[in-house]
């Protein structure tokens, strides 16, 4: 298991300032929510949908609530996009296995790809515009850090930071959906090949 220190120094900050102290459950609570159905509506419509207007009366508040919480469109997009990175660390930080602790760590990149595969089918075209800095950016250096651990764990050859990135590249959000779009290749099948690769590249636990 990650030791407390470094599972804390992997996550994200936050994109927004946090609600003052009084507010801070309600707030914390209110922004989830609005967060979930801004990922809904991205899910069923496309990011095209996801507008302040459309979130606000699928929510059930008043525009003004939304402006406030995110104060524009691009900032409700980071929001959304943090908020997904941060259950997905949270669940290959500290979660159940085979994603979290608990099991060898090639079952571990088998789920870590898997669950990176289902982010982009809810956020990929989010993710394709919103990161231009996709090399220096915070949420690719922890999925480096995590599955260059793990290859090293699972006593992979070679370098495992070069690795890892080689590995990554193969479930970046423009190739999968260029895949799933062009391709009319299905997501458990484009699960299923990182699975592949990633059993060909280490020797069995």
């Known amino acids: 298991m990650i030791p407390t ?6 996550l994200l900050p936050l994109v927004d300032q946090p609600a003052a102290p009084e507010e801070r459950s309600d707030a914390a609570r209110n922004r ?5 159905t801004a990922a809904q509506l991205v899910a069923e419509h496309g990011p095209c949908a996801l ?5 606000a009366r699928r929510a059930g508040v008043g525009k003004g609530t939304v402006f406030r919480r995110f104060g524009s469109r691009a900032g409700l997009m980071r929001a959304l996009l943090d908020h997904s990175e941060r259950e997905l660390q949270a669940a ?18 088998v789920a870590f790809g898997r669950a990176c595969l289902e982010v982009t089918l809810i956020e990929g075209d989010l993710q394709a515009a919103a990161q231009p800095g996709r090399y220096t950016h915070v949420v690719y250096s922890t999925h480096v850090a995590h599955v260059a ?46 699975e592949t690769l990633v059993r060909a590249l280490l020797p069995p636990e």
């Open 32 to 36: 989830a929510r609005l967060l979930d």
């Open 5 to 10: 220190t470094q599972r804390e120094s992997l």
């Open 92 to 109: 290959f930080l500290s979660g159940p296995p085979p994603l979290g602790p608990g099991a060898g760590p090639v079952d571990r990149l």
């Open 51 to 55: 507008t302040m207007d459309e979130l």
């Open 149 to 194: 651990m793990l290859l090293r764990q699972a006593g992979a050859p070679g370098d495992p930071r070069l690795m890892a990135e080689s590995l990554l590249a193969t479930i970046e959000a423009p190739l999968v959906l260029h895949q799933m779009r062009d391709l009319n290749a299905p997501l458990p099948r484009i699960a299923q090949s990182w």
